[in-house]
T-cell receptor, first 113, second 109 residues
Framework: IAGITQAPTSQILAAGRRMTLRCTQDMRHNAMYWYRQDLGLGLRLIHYSNTAGTTGKGEVPDGYSVSRANTDDFPLTLASAVPSQTSVYFC????????????FGPGTRLTVL | GQNIDQPTEMTATEGAIVQINCTYQTSGFNGLFWYQQHAGEAPTFLSY??LDGLEEKGRFSSFLSRSKGYSYLLLKELQMKDSASYLC??????????WGAGTKLIIKP
């Protein structure tokens, strides 16, 4: 693989279910991010990780959790999905925190019913 | 609060020039980014400005005025493939990107 991959591509989920969105990068980037993108709104940061073993909260972290056990993987978990979490989710990575270009995965389209 | 403003939609003609403006108010400033996003796809990096002035990269140029909290993206010799959304983002004092809602650019033949 080259770059960032996300899985699944799309998912329809019943409210109350648990869901993990997967993200893997092969660029050995230190920093990784999870965003959600909703119509009419800018990308909003959910959680980030500046390096393996550390995570931080972004602008809209409620209802989501992340882990960073190694450099390559950064899964996002919805513990109990709600309809307001219907969105397109993008994972991104950069060489480090700061003024570095962020590379984006192809996105996961999630619908919570 | 933090705010990034850009027009919702713009229309231009193939072969012409278009300027997409972005104004911002953020807590701190560590650079301004422009990304391109085709419908249904991921954003891709276009440009980065941290100092005042114009950065040129082929058909695309980006300008920054930090004192005015203002940037623009200039696209020359428009092609149909330039039809996309253009996202302005500012890196704040916490080194997090604050994103505008994007400008949808429609190119007409």
């Amino acid at each position: 693989i080259a770059g960032i991959t996300q899985a699944p591509t799309s998912q329809i989920l019943a409210a109350g279910r648990r869901m993990t969105l997967r993200c893997t990068q092969d660029m050995r980037h230190n920093a990784m991010y999870w965003y959600r993108q909703d119509l009419g709104l800018g990308l909003r940061l959910i959680h980030y990780s500046n390096t393996a073993g550390t995570t931080g909260k972004g602008e809209v972290p409620d209802g989501y959790s992340v882990s960073r056990a190694n450099t390559d993987d950064f899964p996002l978990t919805l513990a109990s999905a709600v309809p307001s979490q219907t969105s397109v989710y993008f994972c991104a990575s950069s060489e480090g925190q700061g003024a570095n270009e962020q590379f984006f995965g192809p996105g996961t389209r999630l619908t919570v019913l | 609060g933090q705010n990034i403003d850009q027009p919702t939609e713009m229309t231009a003609t193939e072969g012409a020039i278009v300027q997409i403006n972005c104004t911002y108010q953020t807590s701190g400033f560590n650079g301004l980014f422009w990304y391109q996003q085709h419908a249904g796809e991921a954003p891709t990096f276009l440009s980065y400005n941290v100092l005042d002035g114009l950065e040129e990269k082929g058909r695309f140029s980006s300008f920054l005025s930090r004192s005015k909290g203002y940037s623009y993206l200039l696209l020359k010799e428009l092609q149909m493939k330039d039809s996309a959304s253009y996202l302005c983002a500012v890196m704040d004092s916490n080194y997090q990107l604050i994103w505008g809602a994007g400008t949808k650019l429609i190119i007409k033949p």
